[in-house]
């Protein structure tokens, strides 16, 4: 499975088109358009928020509720773009219109610039932006709708925002979907979710910004997906490349945050014989061993940089002049952690779909389930003891 995503920050649309999905997985346009609503959740969001209401429409690949086989393609309509015809039309004389040439710092825009031979730093920063995720999202929830039918549940939370740390504890994806889902900074843990709000207001007031940390669990993903024999088919890489391909993403781990600090006899996940089979106690692992899964739950942790568009503006150059200046604003989130975390999510499962995918092969859903059921039934015998 492969996909591709299209589109700019305010321009008509984003899209994208997803192949390889087997033909036969139900998709519920709700549940995509839910998973589209919950990126746009979380305090800290800026104004952008409350003009767009994303939704996917289904152009291709999809008929009656069910894929084909082909291509799928969807798109997301910007509805802020009806504000900015004259500046992002496809065939209109743009070259003077909401020009940016004080490049902003931490953004792409002036490495961008220098890449592809621009003077304005708005060719750069309308497909750099975080917008973009929408369309990644989408990607993800029809991703997710093929892992669900096998038995594999997703959930996140905010672990950090700011220096503000919530209680370090282990949950189920089903107790992160029921719980943190109903939190606006996305924490299982009451006391720090008040704090993260204050921290963020705090932020807000003297026109700063916040990054933080976020946790992403899968539970039911089967044992054997993904290889030890090249790098490039380890498990852990390919999550931790999704996952760093997100949009201000600087850190990820997989398995125990605390594992560089212990040692060898602290973390290994020692195994023992139960019945007919095998269990283990502990899952600093995170549930990949030598690049591929174990049947435990996997874990990953992420960390966000603060986002570097700032009110009062960095020191930079403008592009055109040479001269010192300050950046330019745009419009921009004081946090957007807890909506980083449904980013995540779906990016995780787009990952993890496509490696099941090339494990099972299959061209039904049919043809997945079944093959789905003798892996499964192959690493029975790998489960944490609870």
Known sequence: MRYLTAGESHGKALCAIIEGLP??????????NG???????????????????????????????KTLGSPVAFLIRNRDHEAWTDVMGAFEDVSERRKVTAVRPGHADFVGCKKYGFDDARNVL???????????????????????????????????????????????????????????VRSMDGEAAKKMREAIDDAKSRGDTLGGEIEVV??????????????????????????????????????????????????????????????????????????MSNGEQIVLRAVMKPIPTLKSGLCTVDIRSGEATIADGERSDVCAVPAAAVVLEN???????????????????????????????RAKTIRLKK
């Open 126 to 184: 309308e497909r750099s932006s975080a917008r973009e995720t929408a369309a990644r999202v989408g990607v993800g929830a029809v991703c997710r709708a093929l892992l669900k039918t096998v038995g594999v549940e997703i959930g996140s939370h905010v672990l950090r925002i700011g220096d503000v740390r919530a209680e370090d504890k282990s949950y189920t994806a089903k107790e992160l979907i029921k719980v943190a889902d109903g939190c606006d």
């Open 347 to 377: 990016a995780v499962a787009c990952v993890l779909a496509d490696e099941l995918l090339r494990v099972t092969g299959g061209d039904t859903m049919d043809d997945v389930r079944e093959a789905v059921g003798r892996l499964r039934l």
């Open 218 to 291: 899968v539970d039911g993903f089967p044992a054997c997906v993904g290889s030890y024999v090249q790098s490039d088919r380890r498990l852990d890489g390919l999550l931790a490349g999704a996952a760093l391909g997100v949009q201000a993403i600087k850190a990820v781990e997989v398995g125990d945050y605390a594992r560089g600090s212990l040692k060898g006899s602290e973390t290994g996940d020692e195994i023992y014989p139960h019945g007919d089979g095998y269990e283990r106690k502990t899952n600093h692992a995170g549930g990949i061993e030598g690049g």
């Open 23 to 32: 033909s036969g997985l139900v998709l519920d346009e709700a549940e995509i």
């Open 35 to 65: 998973e589209l609503a919950r990126r746009q959740a979380g305090y800290g969001r800026g104004g952008r928020m409350k003009i767009e209401s994303d939704k996917a429409e289904f152009i291709a690949g999809v008929r009656g509720g």
